[in-house]
Nanobody, 125 residues
């Protein structure tokens, strides 16, 4: 069984920063074989892609809405993926979900094999 556990969410003022973490575990889960990503879902809206990183970390992908403000990274030795979010805006308020899949293309389409439970990010104006 694979577990993805997000942390680092919270309440922050507009213009502030947060760093989300997602720790992956599982007896048969080899973190370095999986693309990792972040999605978010705001109240009343559909879940949307935020960022993704290839299994090696050599490729990163961002939604237009966060390009230049967010950085995704991974530490394969710690089985952890991060999302550094800067210059936060009220419209970034959402539950942020970590995702893992063997193919980054499928992950970016929201068809990930594994999902975390989410962490709330609230940006006040």
């Amino acid at each position: 069984q694979v577990q993805l556990v997000e942390s680092g969410g919270g309440l922050v003022q507009a213009g502030g920063s947060l760093r989300l973490s997602c720790a992956a575990s599982g007896r048969t889960f080899t973190f370095s074989n999986y693309a990792m990503g972040w999605f978010r879902q705001a109240p009343g809206k559909e879940r949307e892609f935020v960022a993704a990183i290839s299994y090696s970390g050599g490729g990163t992908y961002y939604a237009t809405s966060v390009q230049g403000r967010c950085t995704i990274s991974r530490d394969n030795a710690k089985n952890t993926v991060y999302l550094q979010m800067n210059s936060l805006r009220p419209e970034d308020t959402a539950v942020y979900y970590c995702a893992a899949d063997g193919r980054d293309g499928r992950l970016r389409l929201g068809m990930s094999e594994y999902w975390g439970q989410g962490t709330q990010v609230t940006v006040s104006s």
